[in-house]
C-alpha cells in the first residue's frame, strides 16, 4: 500500500496543497475553487475531456484480470485491464457491475479500488478516481453476500420509517466507503405511480409523492452520516410514470408541468434541499418541460433551466448509461455525449464506445461547438466532490478497514430488524397466519438472486422456516411454470399441511395465477409471497393468505418467514395503492393499507 507522503508526490503537490492548513475540505460545505482551478489550468485538453467520463471495464484486478476479462475489454475499449484504460483516457470515473467480474468480494474489491487508484495517481498529473456503482439494495445490487444487504425502497417505503431509510444510507455508505466505492447511485427519487413501470416497480419508495420525499431525505442523510460516499437521486425529472423501459426503448412521460410539480418534483427538491452530491438524469423525454423530442439527459431546459436555475441545484449531474436505448434512438453516439454536456450534464455514464465518446467530446472542443471552459466548469464540480469526498488526502483503503466494516454482525442484524418492518399482510382470512410449525411445501417462482445473495428463493424460504421449526420442502416451479410442473407441485402438496407459494409479477393469463388456483383447489391452506410486485394479490383472489415482501432478496424473504411464523408481527403498509384485476380505476387496497395480528 501506498504511503500518504507516495501519494502526495504522485499528485505533484496537489493533494498537500488541498489539505494544508486545515483547508475545508474535510468540512462538505467550502471548497477551495482556487486551488482546484488551478488544478485544472495545468492539465491539457485530453486530460481534460477523460474527467468527464465514468466507464466500466472488465475485471477483478486493475493490472491482472482473467484472460477473458481481457479480451472482452479489448474487444469493447481497445484496452487489457482498467489501468490501461485510465492511462489511454485519464477517465474521471469507474463504475463497478457484478457481470463485468468486478465484485467477487469485499476485500478484493477493495484491492481493485487501490489498484485503480494507484494506476491513476501515477500518471503525470495525476488524479484520483472516482469509483462508483449501483448498490441500492433491494432487487438492485452490484456488491452482494458477505457485504450487508438491506431491504429495497419500497420494502423501506413500506416500513415508513424515516430511521430505517437513514440506517440504509448509512450502513451502505460505510461498507461501500470500506472498499474503495465513493459514488453509489442511490437513493431513487422516482414515484411509482404507474403499476406497469417496467423499470423502476419497487426500485421506489412508493406513489405518494411527500412520503417517498421524506425517504430520499432520509437516505441521503444516512450517506451523510457515513462519511465520505457520494449519494444520487435519480432519475431526473422523474422515472415513475413509465410503461417503457429505457434500456429498451424511449418513455415518453406525459404529465403536465403542473401534474410535474406535484408527482416528480417534491423527491428531487427534498433531495438538493437535504444536501445531494449527485443527480442522475433519465433517457425520457417529457414534452410539457421540453418539447423538442430531445431526452432529458441532453434537454437543456430540463437540466440547466430546471435543475440548475429553478431549483437551484449546482452539484454534480451524472447521465444515466449512456448505453440505453433511450438515449441512443435520436441521435448517434458520436453525438450524444456531446449534446449531453451542452444540456449542463457533467459525469457521462458508460458510453457504449468510448473511443467514439472520448474523441466527440474532443472534436467539439477543438471545432469550436464546446468550450474549453464549459469542460472546466464540469471538471470543478467532479473535482469538488472528489476533494469533499477527501480522495486526494486518502484515496486508498485498508483491508483492515474492509474487515472491521462489511458485513459485520451490527449491521447485519440491522438488516432483520429493518426487514421485520417492512413484511406487509395483505390478506388473512380466517386468522390463517400466523402458522405453528407444520409440515410445508415450498413452491413458487424462482427468480434469478439478486445482489449475490444466496438464492434460489424456494430454498431460501424452505431453509428459514426449518430453522424456525417447521418441516419445509422446496419445489421451483419458475415463473412460467409448465403444466406438468403445476402438476407435480399439486401433487406434492397432497402431502403437507400447508403450501406457501411465491409469486413473482403475476398476471390474468399467467401460468403462476393457474398454478395457485390449483394449488388452493388441493384444499391445503395456501400463502401467497408476493417476492417483487404487491400487486400480486389483485391477481389472487382465493388465496386466503397473502404478504408481500417487495424483494427475493435473502433478508426479505427470512423476515417474511418470520412474520408468517408469528416471530415477528406484521408491521408493513403498502407504499402504493393496488387497483382492481378486473377495474383499474378501482382501488382494492390504499396506500397505507396493511393487516396486523
Same mark, same amino acid.
Given at each position: 500500500?501506498?504511503?500518504?507522503?507516495?501519494?502526495?508526490?504522485?499528485?505533484?503537490?496537489?493533494?498537500?496543497?488541498?489539505?494544508?492548513?486545515?483547508?475545508?475540505?474535510?468540512?462538505?460545505?467550502?471548497?477551495?475553487?482556487?486551488?482546484?482551478?488551478?488544478?485544472?489550468?495545468?492539465?491539457?485538453?485530453?486530460?481534460?475531456?477523460?474527467?468527464?467520463?465514468?466507464?466500466?471495464?472488465?475485471?477483478? %484486478?486493475?493490472?491482472?484480470?482473467?484472460?477473458?476479462?481481457?479480451?472482452?475489454?479489448?474487444?469493447?475499449?481497445?484496452?487489457?485491464?482498467?489501468?490501461?484504460?485510465?492511462?489511454?483516457?485519464?477517465?474521471?470515473?469507474?463504475?463497478?457491475?457484478?457481470?463485468?467480474?468486478?465484485?467477487?468480494?469485499?476485500?478484493?474489491?477493495?484491492?481493485? %479500488?487501490?489498484?485503480?487508484?494507484?494506476?491513476?495517481?501515477?500518471?503525470?498529473?495525476?488524479?484520483?478516481?472516482?469509483?462508483?456503482?449501483?448498490?441500492?439494495?433491494?432487487?438492485?445490487?452490484?456488491?452482494?453476500?458477505?457485504?450487508?444487504?438491506?431491504?429495497?425502497?419500497?420494502?423501506?417505503?413500506?416500513?415508513?420509517?424515516?430511521?430505517?431509510?437513514?440506517?440504509?444510507?448509512?450502513?451502505?455508505?460505510?461498507?461501500?466507503?470500506?472498499?474503495?466505492?465513493?459514488?453509489?447511485?442511490?437513493?431513487?427519487?422516482?414515484?411509482?405511480?404507474?403499476?406497469?413501470?417496467?423499470?423502476?416497480?419497487?426500485?421506489?419508495?412508493?406513489?405518494?409523492?411527500?412520503?417517498?420525499?421524506?425517504?430520499?431525505?432520509?437516505?441521503?442523510?444516512?450517506?451523510?452520516?457515513?462519511?465520505?460516499?457520494?449519494?444520487?437521486?435519480?432519475?431526473?425529472?422523474?422515472?415513475?410514470?413509465?410503461?417503457?423501459?429505457?434500456?429498451?426503448?424511449?418513455?415518453?412521460?406525459?404529465?403536465?408541468?403542473?401534474?410535474?410539480?406535484?408527482?416528480?418534483?417534491?423527491?428531487?427538491?427534498?433531495?438538493?434541499?437535504?444536501?445531494?452530491?449527485?443527480?442522475?438524469?433519465?433517457?425520457?423525454?417529457?414534452?410539457?418541460?421540453?418539447? %423538442?423530442?430531445?431526452?432529458?439527459?441532453?434537454?437543456?431546459?430540463?437540466?440547466?433551466?430546471?435543475?440548475?436555475?429553478?431549483?437551484?441545484?449546482?452539484?454534480?449531474?451524472?447521465?444515466?448509461?449512456?448505453?440505453?436505448?433511450?438515449?441512443?434512438?435520436?441521435?448517434?453516439?458520436?453525438?450524444?455525449?456531446?449534446?449531453?454536456?451542452?444540456?449542463?450534464?457533467?459525469?457521462?455514464?458508460?458510453?457504449?464506445?468510448?473511443?467514439?465518446?472520448?474523441?466527440?467530446?474532443?472534436?467539439?472542443?477543438?471545432?469550436?461547438?464546446?468550450?474549453?471552459?464549459?469542460?472546466?466548469?464540469?471538471?470543478?464540480?467532479?473535482?469538488?466532490?472528489?476533494?469533499?469526498?477527501?480522495?486526494?488526502?486518502?484515496?486508498?483503503?485498508?483491508?483492515?478497514?474492509?474487515?472491521?466494516?462489511?458485513?459485520?454482525?451490527?449491521?447485519?442484524?440491522?438488516?432483520?430488524?429493518?426487514?421485520?418492518?417492512?413484511?406487509?399482510?395483505?390478506?388473512?382470512?380466517?386468522?390463517?397466519?400466523?402458522?405453528?410449525?407444520?409440515?410445508?411445501?415450498?413452491?413458487?417462482?424462482?427468480?434469478?438472486?439478486?445482489?449475490?445473495?444466496?438464492?434460489?428463493?424456494?430454498?431460501?424460504?424452505?431453509?428459514?422456516?426449518?430453522?424456525?421449526?417447521?418441516?419445509?420442502?422446496?419445489? %421451483?416451479?419458475?415463473?412460467?411454470?409448465?403444466?406438468?410442473?403445476?402438476?407435480?407441485?399439486?401433487?406434492?402438496?397432497?402431502?403437507?399441511?400447508?403450501?406457501?407459494?411465491?409469486?413473482?409479477?403475476?398476471?390474468?393469463?399467467?401460468?403462476?395465477?393457474?398454478?395457485?388456483?390449483?394449488?388452493?383447489?388441493?384444499?391445503?391452506?395456501?400463502?401467497?409471497?408476493?417476492?417483487?410486485?404487491?400487486?400480486?394479490?389483485?391477481?389472487?383472489?382465493?388465496?386466503?393468505?397473502?404478504?408481500?415482501?417487495?424483494?427475493?432478496?435473502?433478508?426479505?424473504?427470512?423476515?417474511?418467514?418470520?412474520?408468517?411464523?408469528?416471530?415477528?408481527?406484521?408491521?408493513?403498509?403498502?407504499?402504493?395503492?393496488?387497483?382492481?384485476?378486473?377495474?383499474?380505476?378501482?382501488?382494492?387496497?390504499?396506500?397505507?393499507?396493511?393487516?396486523?395480528?
Amino acid at each position: 500500500m501506498p504511503s500518504r507522503r507516495t501519494v502526495l508526490a504522485a499528485t505533484a503537490g496537489v493533494a498537500a496543497g488541498l489539505a494544508a492548513g486545515g483547508t475545508a475540505y474535510a468540512d462538505e460545505k467550502k471548497h477551495d475553487d482556487k486551488k482546484l482551478r488551478s488544478l485544472i489550468s495545468r492539465m491539457t485538453l485530453e486530460e481534460k475531456v477523460g474527467q468527464l467520463f465514468v466507464m466500466r471495464v472488465y475485471g477483478h %484486478s486493475a493490472t491482472a484480470p482473467d484472460q477473458a476479462d481481457i479480451d472482452a475489454n479489448r474487444k469493447e475499449i481497445d484496452v487489457s485491464t482498467a489501468a490501461e484504460l485510465i492511462a489511454k483516457y485519464r477517465v474521471g470515473g469507474i463504475i463497478y457491475f457484478t457481470w463485468a467480474h468486478n465484485t467477487r468480494d469485499p476485500h478484493q474489491i477493495a484491492d481493485l %479500488s487501490n489498484g485503480i487508484q494507484k494506476a491513476s495517481l501515477g500518471l503525470p498529473r495525476g488524479l484520483p478516481v472516482l469509483i462508483s456503482t449501483d448498490q441500492e439494495h433491494g432487487i438492485v445490487c452490484r456488491v452482494g453476500e458477505p457485504a450487508t444487504l438491506l431491504p429495497g425502497a419500497m420494502a423501506i417505503g413500506a416500513g415508513r420509517s424515516h430511521k430505517d431509510a437513514r440506517s440504509l444510507g448509512r450502513i451502505a455508505g460505510k461498507e461501500l466507503r470500506a472498499i474503495g466505492v465513493r459514488q453509489n447511485y442511490s437513493p431513487v427519487a422516482d414515484v411509482n405511480v404507474n403499476p406497469a413501470n417496467p423499470v423502476i416497480g419497487v426500485r421506489s419508495f412508493g406513489a405518494d409523492p411527500d412520503a417517498v420525499a421524506a425517504m430520499v431525505a432520509a437516505e441521503v442523510a444516512g450517506y451523510q452520516r457515513s462519511r465520505q460516499v457520494a449519494a444520487t437521486a435519480k432519475h431526473f425529472p422523474g422515472h415513475g410514470d413509465t410503461a417503457v423501459d429505457s434500456h429498451y426503448g424511449f418513455p415518453v412521460i406525459t404529465h403536465t408541468r403542473a401534474q410535474w410539480e406535484k408527482l416528480d418534483a417534491p423527491p428531487f427538491r427534498a433531495a438538493i434541499a437535504a444536501g445531494i452530491d449527485s443527480i442522475m438524469t433519465a433517457h425520457i423525454m417529457v414534452p410539457a418541460l421540453d418539447d %423538442s423530442g430531445d431526452p432529458a439527459t441532453l434537454s437543456r431546459p430540463i437540466l440547466n433551466g430546471i435543475l440548475r436555475e429553478e431549483l437551484g441545484y449546482d452539484g454534480v449531474i451524472v447521465t444515466d448509461s449512456l448505453g440505453m436505448e433511450g438515449v441512443r434512438t435520436k441521435y448517434g453516439d458520436d453525438r450524444v455525449p456531446v449534446l449531453a454536456l451542452k444540456a449542463g450534464v457533467d459525469q457521462l455514464l458508460n458510453p457504449p464506445n468510448l473511443d467514439v465518446a472520448w474523441n466527440a467530446v474532443l472534436k467539439a472542443v477543438r471545432d469550436g461547438e464546446l468550450t474549453e471552459a464549459r469542460l472546466d466548469e464540469s471538471i470543478l464540480r467532479v473535482l469538488r466532490l472528489k476533494a469533499k469526498l477527501r480522495l486526494f488526502e486518502a484515496p486508498y483503503v485498508s483491508q483492515a478497514g474492509v474487515t472491521r466494516t462489511v458485513g459485520i454482525r451490527a449491521h447485519l442484524a440491522e438488516a432483520d430488524r429493518i426487514a421485520e418492518r417492512t413484511t406487509t399482510l395483505l390478506v388473512n382470512k380466517g386468522g390463517l397466519l400466523p402458522l405453528s410449525p407444520r409440515k410445508l411445501l415450498v413452491v413458487g417462482a424462482d427468480p434469478a438472486s439478486p445482489s449475490g445473495t444466496t438464492g434460489p428463493p424456494t430454498g431460501v424460504l424452505a431453509a428459514a422456516f426449518t430453522e424456525l421449526g417447521f418441516t419445509a420442502t422446496a419445489l %421451483s416451479t419458475g415463473t412460467a411454470p409448465s403444466a406438468a410442473t403445476i402438476a407435480k407441485a399439486v401433487a406434492a402438496a397432497q402431502d403437507v399441511d400447508t403450501v406457501v407459494v411465491g409469486t413473482y409479477n403475476v398476471s390474468a393469463t399467467s401460468s403462476q395465477k393457474t398454478l395457485v388456483e390449483q394449488l388452493v383447489a388441493t384444499g391445503r391452506p395456501v400463502v401467497a409471497i408476493a417476492v417483487r410486485n404487491p400487486y400480486d394479490v389483485a391477481q389472487l383472489p382465493s388465496v386466503p393468505a397473502v404478504v408481500a415482501s417487495y424483494s427475493w432478496t435473502d433478508v426479505e424473504l427470512r423476515a417474511a418467514a418470520r412474520v408468517i411464523a408469528g416471530k415477528a408481527a406484521p408491521r408493513g403498509r403498502l407504499p402504493v395503492p393496488v387497483q382492481k384485476a378486473d377495474d383499474p380505476t378501482q382501488v382494492l387496497y390504499p396506500i397505507g393499507y396493511g393487516l396486523s395480528y
